[in-house]
Nanobody
Framework: QVQLVESGGGLVQPGGSLRLSCTASGFTFRYSSMHWVRQAPGKGLEWVSTVNIAGGTFYAASLKGRFTISRDNAKSTLYLQMNSLKSGDTAVYYC????????RGQGTEVTVSS
């Protein structure tokens, strides 16, 4: 079955950076568009970014320029490089096989605080 395992979250100061990873198994990763979604405390799931099978990348308008999504098909791994982090980026981040996050991993928590 599909398994998605995120890692790389933690506590970071405003302006800092983190790189999230997601290791996928149970499906043909290289033939799947992959997505990052997040859920801030007390809020619903929010789409963050998508990378399609051709390597095309897409971002939520509010995040473009700060976040970079990438994939390594040989390792079946998805990444999210997050720079210039703000307190509003505090959330649990999930990788997902669909943009809505219906099929997602257990998440990795990112806290941006001084």
């Amino acid at each position: 079955q599909v398994q998605l395992v995120e890692s790389g979250g933690g506590l970071v100061q405003p302006g800092g950076s983190l790189r999230l990873s997601c290791t996928a198994s149970g499906f043909t990763f290289r033939y799947s568009s992959m997505h990052w979604v997040r859920q801030a405390p007390g809020k619903g799931l929010e789409w963050v970014s998508t990378v399609n099978i051709a390597g095309g990348t897409f971002y939520a308008a509010s995040l473009k320029g700060r976040f970079t999504i990438s994939r390594d098909n040989a390792k079946s791994t998805l990444y999210l490089q997050m720079n210039s982090l703000k307190s509003g980026d505090t959330a649990v981040y999930y990788c997902a096989t669909d943009r809505n996050g219906d099929q997602r991993g257990q998440g990795t928590e990112v806290t941006v605080s001084s």
